[in-house]
């Protein structure tokens, strides 16, 4: 069974960073692509950014592109979602996710319908 624990969330003034880590359990990530997901209180769940192995490919959603980064540890079996020059907005519960296949990560963001979740790290950006 594949679980998947994030961590690395916090309180964060606007300008910092923060890395969140995603350890996954019960199988090799390297079979995987990979997803973070950011739900706001009362908003949807959506894509922040994916990686998908099979092509290759990697999506950023168009708020925190260029100032994010997506990455893999495979001996650690770990994802990582790296956020720079943080913003109010960007504050939510952030959940990582995996999925056997996908057409491509923009599509794996976009779906929203990963095969496994994490249970969520909260980011709070404020002063």
């Known amino acids: 069974q594949v679980q998947l624990v994030e961590s690395g969330g916090g309180s964060v003034p606007p300008g910092g960073s923060l890395r969140l880590s995603c350890v996954v359990s019960?199988?090799?990530?390297?079979?995987?692509?990979i997803g973070w997901f950011r739900q706001a209180p009362g908003g949807a769940r959506e894509g922040v950014s994916c990686?998908?192995?099979?092509?290759?490919?990697?999506y950023y959603t168009s708020s925190v592109e260029g100032r994010s980064t997506i990455s893999r540890d495979s001996a650690k079996n770990t994802a990582y979602l790296l956020i720079d020059v943080l913003r109010p907005a960007d504050s939510g519960i952030y959940y990582c996710?995996?999925?056997?296949?996908?057409?491509?990560?923009?599509?794996?963001?976009?779906?929203?319908?990963?095969?496994?979740w994490g249970k969520g790290t909260q980011v709070t950006v404020s002063w």
């Open positions: 996710a995996a999925s056997k296949w996908v057409p491509n990560a923009q599509r794996m963001c976009e779906d929203v319908s990963p095969d496994h």
């Open positions: 990686h998908s192995r099979g092509d290759g490919s990697i």
């Open positions: 019960g199988d090799n990530l390297e079979y995987y692509a």
